[in-house]
């Protein structure tokens, strides 16, 4: 699998509807599910939090949990779901995440992960990783992390992503733990030195084309999160980089492909809001940003809102290629 360009995990973000619009932007890229517990699946609507477009893939289903049996259920079910990898996350630091004892407190356990790995790996063919982060409160230096990995590795984690910050357990929120740690990027670059036969993903604080091609001296793909969902043109910007062409050139052939989707999902019940509040950032940058952030925000929250706002809102863009007739609502 290509993991050269991952799409981060993001809850209350990558959905179902977010992933098919990536999708559009970034054909090539491995996209990754908001983290779903292993009792939620076991529990849970499972076609509600697991089912997805086909399009979406290569698709990963990221699990939270600490739990080996239920991870493997999960996992099982994953496979059964379509998913192309299954990634445990040891690397979230919310106290409600924190309460259940997974995410990134599962870093001071290396054995207890193990087991989950391999229980994992004994109940699915799919391959089955690990997002982390460097280190948890004080406990930063580069042998506990490679503890960890080395751990891991051993039950047949053969792909870490890696978030290049350390995780405070207490005293940060989970937005404080995405920002205040300071980026230490050379821990992931030491692995994949000292480790050349696993897979080294690269995550925090990515942004621009050279960032990605710098780090892909060193590592074996990025992964990028806030960038992605914020200025989600730079996916298509990496995607004709690092794959050469296909994705749109053009933002007006995404925003018709979304307006297609919408419709489709409208006969299904979905509120155009639960699609549209993935697509603000589309246009950032170019005249007429603000006024299709407006436009878009404030008519999709709207009872009866209509796939065609989209195109409506995308009329106050101004772009190189000529724009249609100037919609009202601009």
Same mark, same amino acid.
């Given at each position: 699998m290509?993991?050269?360009?991952?799409?981060?995990?993001?809850?209350?973000?990558?959905?179902?509807?977010?992933?098919?619009?990536?999708?559009?932007l970034?054909?090539?890229?491995?996209?990754?599910?908001?983290?779903?517990?292993?009792?939620?699946i076991?529990?849970?609507?499972?076609e509600?939090?697991?089912?997805?477009?086909?399009?979406?893939?290569?698709?990963?289903?990221?699990?939270?949990?600490?739990?080996?049996?239920?991870?493997?259920?999960?996992?099982?079910?994953?496979?059964?779901?379509?998913?192309?990898?299954?990634?445990?996350?040891?690397?979230?630091?919310?106290?409600?995440?924190?309460?259940?004892?997974?995410?990134?407190?599962?870093?001071?356990?290396?054995?207890?992960?193990?087991?989950?790995?391999?229980?994992?790996?004994?109940?699915?063919?799919?391959?089955?990783?690990?997002?982390?982060?460097? /280190?948890?409160?004080?406990?930063? @230096?580069?042998?506990?992390?490679? =503890?960890?990995?080395? %751990?891991? &590795? #051993?039950?047949?984690?053969?792909?870490?992503?890696?978030?290049?910050?350390?995780?405070?357990?207490?005293?940060?929120?989970?937005?404080?733990?995405?920002?205040?740690?300071?980026?230490?990027?050379?821990?992931?670059?030491?692995?994949?030195?000292?480790?050349?036969?696993?897979?080294?993903?690269?995550?925090?604080?990515?942004?621009?084309?050279?960032?990605?091609?710098?780090?892909?001296?060193?590592?074996?793909?990025?992964m990028?999160?806030?960038?992605?969902?914020?200025?989600?043109?730079?996916?298509a910007?990496?995607?004709?980089a690092?794959? /050469?062409?296909?994705?749109?050139? @053009?933002?007006?052939?995404?925003? =018709?492909?979304?307006? %297609?989707y &919408? #419709?489709?999902?409208?006969?299904?019940?979905?509120?155009?809001?639960?699609?549209?509040?993935?697509?603000?950032?589309?246009?950032?940058?170019?005249?007429?940003?603000?006024?299709?952030?407006?436009?878009?925000?404030?008519?999709?929250?709207?009872?009866?809102?209509?796939?065609?706002?989209?195109?409506?809102?995308?009329?106050?863009?101004?772009?190189?290629?000529?724009?249609?007739?100037?919609?009202?609502?601009?």
């Open positions: 290509d993991r050269r360009l991952c799409v981060a995990p993001m809850m209350d973000r990558t959905d179902r509807h977010c992933r098919y619009f990536h999708r559009l970034a054909p090539h890229a491995l996209l990754y599910t908001e983290m779903v517990t292993a009792a939620a076991r529990y849970g609507d499972r509600r939090l697991l089912a997805f477009d086909p399009a979406e893939r290569p698709l990963a289903l990221q699990l939270g949990g600490g739990e080996p049996r239920d991870l493997a259920f999960a996992a099982r079910i994953g496979e059964d779901f379509g998913y192309d990898e299954i990634n445990l996350n040891c690397g979230c630091p919310s106290p409600r995440v924190r309460k259940g004892a997974f995410g990134a407190c599962l870093m001071a356990e290396p054995a207890r992960v193990a087991d989950c790995v391999a229980a994992m790996r004994a109940a699915t063919s799919l391959p089955v990783t690990v997002k982390c982060r460097i /280190g948890i409160d004080h406990r930063d @230096d580069y042998g506990f992390f490679a =503890e960890f990995v080395d %751990a891991v &590795a #051993a039950a047949g984690c053969e792909v870490f992503v890696v978030h290049a910050r350390k995780a405070w357990l207490t005293g940060l929120s989970p937005r404080e733990n995405r920002e205040v740690p300071p980026l230490r990027h050379e821990v992931p670059r030491r692995l994949k030195r000292q480790r050349p036969d696993l897979v080294i993903v690269a995550n925090g604080g990515i942004r621009t084309v050279a960032e990605v091609r710098d780090h892909l001296r060193a590592v074996d793909g990025v990028l999160g806030r960038e992605a969902y914020g200025n989600p043109w730079r996916l910007e990496l995607d004709r690092l794959f /050469g062409a296909g994705p749109p050139t @053009d933002r007006r052939e995404v925003v =018709e492909a979304m307006a %297609a &919408a #419709a489709r999902a409208a006969d299904r019940g979905v509120p155009l809001k639960a699609i549209g509040r993935h697509m603000l950032g589309l246009f950032n940058g170019l005249p007429g940003a603000r006024a299709w952030r407006r436009s878009l925000g404030e008519g999709m929250v709207r009872a009866g809102a209509r796939p065609d706002l989209l195109r409506e809102a995308a009329a106050c863009v101004r772009e190189d290629t000529p724009a249609p007739a100037a919609s009202t609502l601009c």
